[in-house]
């Protein structure tokens, strides 16, 4: 069996796990060029307002997506996601955003995230999982880049 063969498991962070994916968010892209911290991400990951869920391939955590429930308008809206490196290409980020609309779905017709414009291959991903842009936040977190409203509609 092959690694992109192996399950995928989606299942709510404990405490470890959630400082581990504070760790990978902030170690990675895009978070590194918006100059996100460690500790905005550990408090993003710890704060009980929002759903924390990890993915993991042979028990070993793989990506990490964080919903805000009530996050726009009283619609879900997906704060981050992100897959570890070794687990990239293996279907980790499409099996954590299938979670969130399955999750979403149960409490909103509607589902949100932002993507930076500079992070093309986000935006072609999202895109191809029916995401459309809605909005345009120019400057929002770093000068001369938007962030980008997508919307999904979950009917």
């Not at 590194?32 to 307002?49: A, I, M, P």
């Not at 042979?58 to 919903?67: R, S």
């Amino acid at each position: 069996m092959s690694a992109k063969d192996d399950p995928i498991d989606i299942l709510p962070a404990n405490d470890s796990e959630r400082e581990w994916g504070a760790r990978l968010l902030s170690g990675s892209e895009p978070w590194l060029t918006l100059q996100v911290s460690l500790q905005t991400c550990r408090e993003n990951c710890f704060d009980t307002s929002y759903s924390v869920f990890v993915a993991h391939i042979n028990d070993k955590p793989a990506g990490i997506i964080i919903i805000h429930t009530k996050g726009i308008a009283g619609s879900p809206y997906i704060k981050s996601i992100a897959v570890d490196t070794s687990f990239q290409k293996k279907g980790v980020g499409a099996a954590l955003m299938h979670f969130a609309e399955v999750f979403s779905g149960k409490i909103s017709r509607h589902l949100f995230l932002c993507v930076s414009s500079f992070n093309m291959q986000a935006q072609a991903f999202y895109r191809q999982l029916g995401y459309s842009k809605v909005g345009e936040f120019p400057d929002y977190i770093i000068k001369g880049s938007s962030e980008l409203l997508l919307y999904k509609s979950l009917q």
